[in-house]
């Protein structure tokens, strides 16, 4: 079993940034950071893995939010600028620990509130 553990987030005016963390218990081949906002279904936002590829980003997000991760630490990141109203969501790590397509271990969930 691998845990993950987010932390960073809060509240922040729009305009403003953010960071989350996220350390996991195990080496992974991938990570990701998904959210949710309220009334509505869990969407991908980046994700990272190793072999060199450029990390991804969901299109809402480009340009204003970097992922970046260590891999001595079993840690990803996210950094988050320029912050919405519409950002505002539980966000989550999750890891594809073979990098097969499939994020089988989440974290708990970490708040991130965006205000006008």
Same mark, same amino acid.
Do not use: H
């Given at each position: 079993?691998?845990? &993950?553990?987010?932390?960073? @987030?809060?509240?922040?005016? !729009? @305009? @403003?940034? &953010? +960071? &989350?963390?996220?350390?996991?218990?195990?080496?992974?081949?991938?990570? *990701?950071?998904?959210? %949710?906002?309220?009334?509505?279904?869990?969407? *991908?936002?980046?994700?990272?893995?190793?072999? *060199?590829?450029?990390?991804?980003? !969901?299109?809402?997000?480009?340009g204003r939010f970097s992922i970046s991760r $260590?891999?001595?630490?079993?840690?990803?990141?996210?950094?988050?600028?320029? &912050?919405?109203?519409? $950002?505002?969501?539980?966000?989550y790590c999750a890891a594809d620990l073979f990098?097969? +397509?499939?994020? $089988?271990?989440?974290?708990? +969930?970490? %708040?991130?509130?965006?205000?006008?």
């Amino acid at each position: 079993q691998v845990r &993950l553990e987010e932390s960073g @987030g809060g509240s922040v005016q !729009a @305009g @403003g940034s &953010l +960071g &989350l963390s996220c350390t996991a218990s195990a080496a992974s081949n991938c990570f *990701g950071w998904f959210r %949710q906002a309220p009334g509505k279904e869990r969407e *991908g936002v980046a994700g990272i893995c190793t072999g *060199g590829g450029a990390p991804v980003y !969901a299109a809402s997000v480009k340009g204003r939010f970097s992922i970046s991760r $260590d891999i001595g630490k079993n840690a990803v990141y996210l950094r988050m600028n320029n &912050l919405k109203p519409e $950002d505002t969501g539980v966000y989550y790590c999750a890891a594809d620990l073979f990098g097969m +397509g499939s994020y $089988d271990y989440w974290g708990q +969930g970490i %708040q991130v509130t965006v205000s006008s």
